[in-house]
Every structure is written in structure tokens, then in C-alpha cells.
């Protein structure tokens, strides 16, 4: 089993940024994709990020690409979401998540079985 905890959320101005830190416990760590997603009121949660267990492959959604970097540390059992340049549409709650390592990383949220609590980011205008 793998469990989750996010940190690293918060309030920023547009333009500025965010460094998101999942960190999990668990034998299993190194073993699994994992996957940042975020939900924002009202809306179904998307997805942002997934990175392949050994942190070969990644995949954005397109909205992300070139201002969002997914990263992982597996001897500190951490994954990462650095974001730049962030805009108020990123607000929402950010979930990690860790799911089955398929080559390429799953995107969506029924290939994942490990979920954290989940933390803020607010990017104001």
C-alpha cells in the first residue's frame, strides 16, 4: 500500500510560481506511475501530470506543457509539481496520486489507486 500526503500549496500572483511535493510512504513507491491532478468547484477532476515509475517518461495536459515540470525522487519517495508562470485558471485543489505503471503513464483517474488529501493553490489576477 502507498499513502500519500501534498504539500507546497498556497497563494501566488499570475506569472509567479509553485513547487508541489507529494511525499509517500510505502515499499512500493518506486514501483508505481504517479500522477498529479487538480480539481477546481463546480468541475470534474482533470488531469495535470503523470511521471513513469523510474521517471523516464512524462505526460501533460496540453494547457500545462511548458509551464509545469513532474519530477520524482524515489530514494526520498517524493514526487514533484513545479509550476510556472501559473494563471488563475490553475486554480483548484492538486492531487497526487499513484497508479499502475503502464508505458506511457495513465492519464486518467480510474487507472490510479492511491490518492493524497490533496492541497490548495490559489493564483490570483
Known amino acids: 500500500q502507498v499513502q500519500l500526503v501534498e504539500s507546497g500549496g498556497g497563494l501566488v500572483q499570475a506569472g509567479g510560481s509553485l513547487r508541489l511535493s507529494c511525499a509517500a510512504s510505502g515499499r512500493t513507491f518506486s514501483g508505481y506511475a504517479m500522477g498529479w491532478f487538480r480539481q477546481a468547484p463546480g468541475k470534474e477532476r482533470e488531469f495535470v501530470a503523470t511521471?513513469?515509475?523510474?521517471?523516464?517518461?512524462?505526460s501533460y495536459e496540453d494547457s500545462v506543457k511548458g509551464r509545469f515540470t513532474i519530477s520524482r525522487d524515489n530514494a526520498k519517495n517524493t514526487v514533484f509539481l513545479q509550476m510556472n508562470n501559473l494563471k488563475p485558471e490553475d486554480t483548484a485543489v492538486y492531487y497526487c496520486?499513484?497508479?499502475?505503471?503502464?508505458?506511457?503513464?495513465?492519464?486518467?483517474?480510474?487507472?490510479?489507486?492511491?490518492w493524497g488529501q490533496g492541497t490548495q493553490v490559489t493564483v490570483s489576477s
Open positions: 511521471i513513469s515509475a523510474v521517471g523516464l517518461y512524462t
Open positions: 496520486a499513484a497508479g499502475r505503471n503502464t508505458i506511457p503513464p495513465p492519464r486518467v483517474t480510474s487507472e490510479y489507486n492511491y
